[in-house]
């Protein structure tokens, strides 16, 4: 074996910082949701118990869902704009026709899958801003959501409540539910072959193209994802919650793009991770509200720490970022 | 004897257009079996969009392709895979967030199931170890960390990978332009491990030694069209640049160039790359002509945008003191402004001046562009059309004219010329000698040796460092690339 | 029939021809009664619109993931700052006004800082933005109940045979957009850049500037929207902005503006804000519910972006 000329080390050592830079920016969303726990335990302990985390993580599972939902476009380059109106309108068939008239509501949740597919080939084929797109969709959404539940009310089918006031021992069951969508997404975006190609798709569209795979197809794929785990979002969100209303679901729009940039994902290039999407999901439903309270911050400042939760992860990303280059 | 080898490929009248521009014009091809062909052109003559077409990217404006003897009507990127025809692209095509034995993945639809990323990387990384012996690239690096160098190896080895579908033939465009000389060694000595055993390659290459030395045909193209095509042995590198177009310009370029007594002027630039290590730097007076040389990709570039930032402020180890303007060479990507008419996009630059009260003055910016149309011959209508509407040289032109007709002393060109016809070439040239007579510095990247002569003297870069300063008595081609592989220089 | 033609190949006169239409439809339904009257409610409406939309518009023209997502924070903070400041007295109406002003150029300028020193995206950087403008906002304006000086209220309400004074005041200011956008080095350094940000910076465009008075320039816009907005409804609160955000982009792309970036028109945005406001009037009087309403205005909006869309190109 020839011996390494001095270049080719100066290359290995750029390339352990490089590994090391992003294992720090891996480990981040985990320190963040560490140090909300900690907060937390130290404002009040009594939180930090099987009842406490069931209480407080009790809306953490359709944040995560609606997050992974985002996770899923943004994995392509693009942006959804009406998930959170979307998860709303799926809240209300499923307090309505999915109780009333199991078929329909099912046809209705399928179909709207659907026209999520359809959304991601009219975004791709016209070569469409997913932005402006989406943003259009939100008002549809909404209007829809209105028609079919026109005051708050509704009721969850029973079998949903079920499963999701299910207690299990020793561990709550949002926990296990976090760490059961974590897995399961983690397995079909990161390890399946075609999870590989989908994330190609972000990364470097033009080179998906050249290899032979379909670019329509890789964007309905990840558009029709979002469209799955927004109904499941909506669904566990009327599960817990037990009816709806039109604008339940308004917030997790942001919510859901601020779980994916706090879980390490970020806007271009494919580079996003379920894990740390579910994390930062987690984060956000703890620092929402039962952190700030124990904090005794007011209501009225609430959303402010949300916005300045984000700044202050962003800015350490571009910390750790700046240190490597 | 030859003609009696088995046909791969056959190419007949192929041509393709980009709006005005005639990329290719009637090309004629034929590749046989177990051969590498040479491919040889200045930059523009048409190759990348020849190679695009054979592997499918690019549909043919018209003509033929037939692959092993039956012609392909519905050629597409997939029909091109699946009959065996792979490339390496000159830019990278690699996902960077995937790693090394994903990327092998999505190169071939049947690594799926369970065990999938075992079988990939063990794919990729026997064929790196059977290329680039020594490599230490592991299948699971994520592409984005690895060096350039590197990525252009992962690049190589993977179009090399076989599982179901066929390899008979594969493109390899520019593949050694980021590879050290060792590794470009390695990768040459595979072709023809790979040509001798009956399959077929295609080699495009800057280096006419590389090609000379491992192609067994040599193909020469110039303005969208094949203008020679022998066996490698009847040609000689003096052979090989005629027939690649410019040996005349070049005798008059030498000529004129010789003949300047130019006044120089004061210093106006010094600048050490950043990683310069010894105390080389390059130094620029007014009135002179400096070229930039060595292979693609060795910090030429970096250090023309680092010159132009210190413009607008303090940087270390440059210092700049006169205004300054930037031909890019990408056009597409760093010179023009596609919505805009030709008269707009040579005024950019000099819009602060054209400022009469508040708003800027229609009068003068057309006055700037015809006064430019002229100098420059821009051949259009019309200086209100929209600048696509103009051929790629012509276009070139009008960001000469931006750079040209601002108020800069010092004029850095980013390989300016690539893709332009020679008569445009020679209108610039001269251009640049008068600008440069009149004190204008130049400073001037090119890949194409011969234009080298215009300069009054050139620095050698390699792996980002100035490593030979070279006076024009001392120009030739061998010592810019000796120079260029030689970091002791 | 050349200069008709000519006319026809301009990208806003089909919002104006849709607001047209809208309008047309409208007034056959009811029988011709209010035609004038719902002009003159439109244009004051519009001019709303117009205000952010312009200022959106220079922010979508400087390139793809610029965006000014805090608007309707910005909107209803700024509305607030100039009710306590005026404090129902005409005498502080100038200062008033200067001080929402500075409240829109102050949100601007910090969506600007987030963006260029943390490197945020825009969307986000805006949206993070918006969030702390919120809780200012909703803590700063709790149960204010200010009424707007009566000369401000008056003025917002003025009209001139039947056109009110603010769609004037919107046109000039959409002039002058235009004339800033063309004929000034800022305008071309926009367009420049959203073309092509590297270009631009290579060809000696100021890109920081550039962006830093974009941004500024459209805070300030919608510092004035509250202001205006405010008096107009006779009071601040916080929702007074929430229509204003998609108002505004829908606007600039309905209005004939490139998403992509580079490419503006500033009539399109009137053009547009008629459209939607008679849109919106029409679906009022043909009776539609509130959910009808909102799914038509939804799909108008997709179904004109698509049509505005090309499709893939080779290249």
New interface residues.
Partial sequence: ??A??P??AA??S??ET??RT?LLRVLLPALSLALVLLAIAWLNPRAISYFGFSLMLNLAIPIALATIAQMFVITGNE?DLSIGTFVGFVGCVTATWLRDAPLLGIAVLLGSIAVYALLGA?I??????S???T?????????????VL?KPGGKAPDWLMAITGFKPPFVPFPIIAALLIAAVVHFGLM?T??G??L??S???P????????SLLRTKMVLFGMAGVFGVLSGMTLIGITTSADANIGNGYT?LA??GV?LGGGE?M???VSPVGAVIGALTLALAASPLLTFMRV?P?????????I??IV??AR?LISRREA | MVDARTILVKLEGVEKHFGAVRALDGVDLNIFAGECVGLVGHNGAGKSTLMNILTGTLATGAGTISISGSVEDRYSVSRALALGIRCVFQELSLCPNLSVAENTRINHPSLKGIGWQRKAAALIAQKLDEIFPGHSIDPSDIVGDLSIGRRQMVEVARAFTVTDAPLDLVILDEPTSSLDSHTAGQLLDFVRRFVGSGKSCILISHLLGEVLGNADRIVVMRDGKVVAADRAAVFDRDKLVTSMGGAAAREKVAAEAAKGTREIGPICVKARPARQRDDMQLVARSGEIIGLAGLAGNGQTDLLLAIFEAAGGSRSGIEVTAPLALVAGDRQSDGIFPQWSIARNIGIRSIERMVRGMLISSRREAELASRWQERIKIRTPDMNNNILSLSGGNQQKALFARALGSDARIILMDDPMRGVDIGTKLDVYDLIREEADSGRTFLWYTTETEELDNCDHVYVFHGGRIVANLSRDELTEEKVIQSSFDEAV | MERARALLAKPWIWSFVGAFIVWAATVAFTGGHGGGGMITAALALAVFMVIVGIGQMFVITLGPGNIDLSLPANIGLASAVAMKVMDGSDSMLAIGLMAALASGFAVGTANYLLIRALRIPPIIATLSAAFIIQSIDISYGRGLQIKPPPGFADFANLRYFGIPVLAILGIVLAIAAAIALNRTVYGRSVLAIGQNMRAAKLAGVKVHRTSFITYALCGTLGGLDGALLAAYFRGANVDIGNEYLLASIAVVVIGGTSVAGGKANVPGVWGAALFLVLLLTMLNTFGFSVGVRLVLTGLIIVGVITAAGGPRTER
């Fill in positions: 074996m020839p390494l000329p270049a080719n290359n290995y750029a390339r490089a590994r992003r942006l009219l791709y084929l016209r070569n469409l801003p932005i402006v797109v943003l259009g969709m939100s008002f549809v959404w909404q209007g829809l959501a209105i028609l026109p390890r072959s075609y590989a190609v994330r190609g972000g990364g470097n033009a080179a998906i193209g050249r290899a032979g795979w942001l793009i601020a940039i806007f290039g494919g580079r007011p009225d400042w609430q959303v402010a720490a949300n916005g300045a984000l700044i962003l800015a571009v």
